[in-house]
């Protein structure tokens, strides 16, 4: 055991590090289920109480906060340092074993540290770029929903200019323009070509709520335009805000993945999941497992977002919400 | 701020409002004409007086009332409340004028913000027009809700979690906390069980006795305005086609179409 | 005495809640004859609607129907029916009108379509001969102009129209049995009699029967010949209708009575009932309109039968009781 232990100088720092992660998972849930049961009966309540009763959904959510925490972590957590090359010579393409337990790739570099420390590239790229992206689009769709008439339908056609180029194109785009992708860089980029929809969807909430009487009760109280977006609509939107994000998570990785694997976006060395697996590719007859790890640490991480984001979808659906 | 009004006069007045929606701009040629929802609408309530406004669905009924709120801008005609021309206002001014008149609400679950609490909600008036803040805000609150009938731990709880009737009064207490002069009733107690219905009746007239409030009372069915109403106002395609005192109305109707509302309503044997 | 069309016979129904169960019905127990109008009254939370939805058994899960319960019509069980044949009688023996005709509507199809399709489905007509007998019963309903206007979508009729193509869908079978669930509720007061009146004649012409479930006693008093009283998911009175509004027994039907407003009768306050209608979840045991009855007794503490007073009118209240209310 204590052979492995490379990254860390001690190898108890590491397994502690290890049952941090896990705890952050059991720590997620258990919120979850504190959450829930509250005494008040208000929506976010009723909204724990339903996710907290869906087992998958609680699954997911361990899942995705040990990943969480296993990427805040890897410098603790990881048994290898991910770019260290011990022994090009004979010490790479060496398949899994108890010393290396994703195995090598071709220059004697430890698989299961780098897609550690890759995940926490990938992981951060994306949940910032979709807090961006989340940010942006909320803001534009209250705004164009808000204020309707000929502002509305100006904001919106700029949308659809913006809607009808794919954005992998537009972002292959930028980064041909650009000399070098560095992380800060593809978040933004990430997050600027990534609000389109949600603001298409704020926007069209937020209309339905203007209509309905609780925003003619606030005006006729005499609420100014912006204590009504803020108090009455914003609230109101946020739950669909909030799935909206949640999912788009998981499509953000698998487009960074992309980049990555394409070699547009993060680079080597430094580990992402998308650069790993480009790395591998080549020689997925022989050494496999280079490819595989990565790839199924994409697979696990996407599946577990969307689950949580479908069990969100229905926790807080305004009809389980509002108690009809 | 506003002109004194003249000893005796109504206190709010609508003369000639008119009201028309945009025809629909149709794609393939035939858009519908422009509907006059409002048609020269003139009526007149004076303080602690109850006006019953009669008339269909599509009669322009809550159109007139959100007109007269200014929630809509009429095309034409004049709205004076206390002598103040209610459609000349500026924006702050008719804000600070949105305190005396205020609105009940049909549909008492659409009405309120499923998200807030009924304290928040009851609140909002008076944070939006700092009447009160923190501790003395909250003694307001719980002296609105005792004052329609429900307990003050109503303030920490949702709106779904409370009937029909109970919500009813939640709008009401929203709108007495801005401590208006006048109401409109949007059909208040048509969604209710009837009798909820007669609770939530039997409280607006309490309240118009205490607080000395003016209504205007929407509805459909004529046993209701009946009771509550001191006079009464028939509208039919957006023209007000007769007006009188309630009894003389229900009694011996002039208009053509006001007999044939009373002919077409059901009666419980006597 | 002729056997009635449909007898109900200890129905209750309950629902699965996150808590445990809700008996929304609660052992009810009435017929109706050939021919005869009854209206079903009650206010939110009695039960009156799941009451209908039983007896056409549309009852899905959380909820079900409880063993013991009996439902008769011509003289069949419809409990013990396969769900093939219950599909038989669901729209050709027994009809149903719902309140809210735009969300009962499909809004993509025709409303001779929707007719039509009635009949295609329980009589197995040809396109042609469906939309004939769908134009035919359209006009019968009051429908306007009915050879054009069935090629209108939902949308475009009024609310009042709407709720005669649901009528014509619910008639076109001439159907023996025909439940009207707050039929004319979201309609303007001219264009409720005016459907009102309709149903009647058509009533007459084809011999059928309804029940009038609905919250507006004025309605009942006009249409129907005997009214049951719901509440807390019993039965509480029953009567002709003359009878039950001339003398109502029950104090619950009494207060209902008064806190209606008449036109012509000017009182200073309406008669409210203190209190809340209770919760399916949680019935109060004894006499369940006990805490808001102003002349609760001791011996309401155990639950009542139903008392029968007089030829046809029964009363779910002690002071009915033969003998004296001792």
């Excluded at chain 1, 998958?56 to 048994?79: D, E, G, R, S």
């Excluded at chain 1, 011990?86 to 220059?107: E, I, M, R, Y």
């Excluded at chain 3, 599909?87 to 379509?113: C, D, H, K, W, Y």
């Excluded at chain 3, 479930?213 to 029953?238: N, S």
Aim: charged share 20%; glycine share 8%.
């Amino acid at each position: 055991m204590r052979s492995w232990i490379r990254a860390c100088e001690r190898g108890d720092v590491m397994l502690f590090g290890w049952f941090v992660c896990l705890a952050a998972g059991a720590l997620a849930v258990w919120a979850v289920h504190r959450g829930a049961r509250g005494g008040s009966a208000g929506p976010w309540r009723r909204g724990l109480a339903h996710l907290a009763s869906d087992r998958p959904a609680m699954a997911a959510l361990f899942i995705l906060a040990m990943l969480a925490a296993l990427a805040i972590l890897a410098p603790v957590v990881a048994p290898y340092l991910p770019n260290a090359q011990p022994d090009v010579v004979s010490g790479n393409n060496q398949p899994p074993s108890l010393d290396h337990l994703f195995g090598t790739d071709f220059a004697s570099r430890d698989v299961f540290s780098r897609v550690l420390f890759g995940g926490r590239i990938s992981l951060a790229v994306a949940a910032l770029a979709v807090l961006l992206s989340t940010c942006l689009g909320t803001a534009y769709g209250a705004v164009a929903g808000f204020h309707g008439g000929r502002l509305d339908g100006v904001m919106m056609r700029v949308l659809d200019a913006a809607l009808s180029i794919p954005r992998i194109l537009l972002v292959m785009a930028v980064v041909a323009v650009a000399r070098s992708i560095t992380v800060p860089t593809l978040v933004l980029l990430l997050g600027v070509t990534g609000w389109f929809g949600t603001s298409r969807m704020v926007r069209a909430q937020v209309l339905s709520l203007r209509e309905q009487d609780l925003t003619t009760a606030a005006r006729a109280l005499g609420a100014r335009d912006r204590e009504i977006l803020w108090r009455h609509l914003l609230p109101n939107v946020a739950s669909t805000v909030i799935v909206a994000a949640t999912l788009s998570l998981g499509n953000v990785i698998i487009l960074e993945a992309a980049l990555s694997y394409l070699g547009i976006g993060i680079r080597p060395p430094t580990p992402s999941w998308g650069n790993i697996i480009q790395d591998g590719s080549s020689q997925l007859a022989s050494a496999w497992w280079m490819a595989l790890f990565p790839g199924l640490a994409i697979v696990i991480t996407v599946l577990a977002i969307n689950t949580l984001g479908d069990a969100l979808r229905d926790a807080l659906d305004p009809r389980t919400v509002d108690g009809t | 701020m506003s002109a004194a009004r003249p000893p005796g006069g109504p206190l709010l007045s609508v003369r000639a409002l008119t009201k028309r929606f945009a025809p629909r701009r149709a794609l393939f040629g035939a858009g519908g004409g422009g509907v006059l929802a409002v048609d020269d609408v003139s009526l007149e309530i004076a303080a602690g007086e109850t006006l019953g406004l009669v008339g269909e669905s599509g009669s322009g009924k809550t159109t007139l009332g959100r007109c007269i709120l200014r929630l809509m801008e009429p095309d034409s005609g004049s709205v004076t409340f206390d002598g103040t021309e209610v459609l000349a206002l500026a924006a702050e001014p008719l804000r600070a004028l949105r305190r005396e008149m205020q609105l009940v609400f049909q549909d008492p679950f659409a009405s309120l913000d499923p998200r807030m609490t009924v304290g928040a909600i009851v609140r909002e008036g008076i944070t939006i027009h700092r009447l009160a803040e923190g501790a003395a805000a909250e003694a307001r609150v719980a002296r609105l809700l005792d004052e329609v009938g429900l307990s003050k731990e109503a303030a920490t709880r949702y709106p779904h979690e409370f009937s029909g009737g109970q919500r009813q009064r939640i709008g009401i207490a929203r709108a007495l906390a801005v401590e208006p002069r006048f109401l409109i009733c949007d059909e208040p107690v048509s969604s209710l069980d009837v009798s909820v219905q007669a609770q939530v009746i039997n409280l607006l007239r309490d309240l118009q006795r205490a607080r000395g409030l003016a209504y205007l009372f929407i509805a459909h069915d004529l046993s209701v305005v009946e009771h509550i109403a001191h006079r009464v106002a028939v509208m039919h395609r957006g023209r007000i086609v007769e007006t009188g005192s309630s009894t003389e109305l229900f009694a011996a109707p002039k208009a053509a179409y006001t007999k044939e509302l009373l002919a077409a309503a059901p009666r419980p044997i006597a | 005495m002729t056997s009635p069309l449909l007898d109900v016979s200890e129905l209750r129904t309950s629902f699965r809640t996150v808590g445990g169960s809700a008996r929304a019905v609660d052992g009810i127990s009435f017929t109706i004859a050939p021919e005869e109008t009854v209206g079903l009254v009650g206010e939110s939370g009695c039960g009156k609607s799941v009451t209908a939805l039983s007896i056409l058994r549309l009852i899905r899960p959380p909820g079900a129907i409880e063993p013991g319960s009996r439902i008769t019509f011509e003289s069949r069980d419809l409990l013990a029916l396969p769900e093939a044949e219950m599909r038989a009688v669901r729209g050709a023996r027994i009809a149903m009108v719902f309140q809210e005709p735009m969300t009962s509507l499909n809004p993509v199809l025709t409303v001779g379509a929707q007719v039509a399709e009635v009949v295609r489905v329980h009589a197995g007509a040809s396109k042609a001969e469906a939309w004939r007998r769908a134009v035919e019963t359209l006009a019968a309903v009051g429908f306007p102009d009915p050879a054009a206007r069935a090629l209108d979508h939902p949308h475009q009729l009024s609310g009042g129209l709407r709720q005669r193509v649901m009528i014509a869908m619910a008639l076109v079978m001439r159907p023996a049995l025909l439940i009207a669930d707050e039929p004319t509720t979201a309609l303007d007061v001219t264009t409720q009699a005016q459907i009102l009146e309709r149903l009647a004649a058509l009533q007459a012409a084809m011999a059928m029967s309804v029940l009038l479930i609905t919250h507006d006693l004025g309605i009942v008093a006009e249409r129907a010949q005997r009214v049951i009283v719901m509440y807390a998911g019993q039965i509480v009175e029953e009567a002709p209708v003359r009878e039950l509004f001339a003398a109502p027994h029950h104090p619950y039907t009494k207060a209902l009575v008064a806190a209606v407003p008449r036109l012509g009768v000017r009182r200073e306050r309406l008669e409210t009932i203190p209190g809340q209608v209770p919760s399916a979840d949680a019935w109060p045991t004894g006499c369940r309109f006990r805490e808001r009855c102003p002349r609760a007794f001791d011996r309401c503490a155990v639950e009542p039968p139903l008392y029968r007073i007089g030829s046809g009118h029964r009363s779910r209240c002690h002071l009915d009781a033969p003998g004296g209310a001792a």
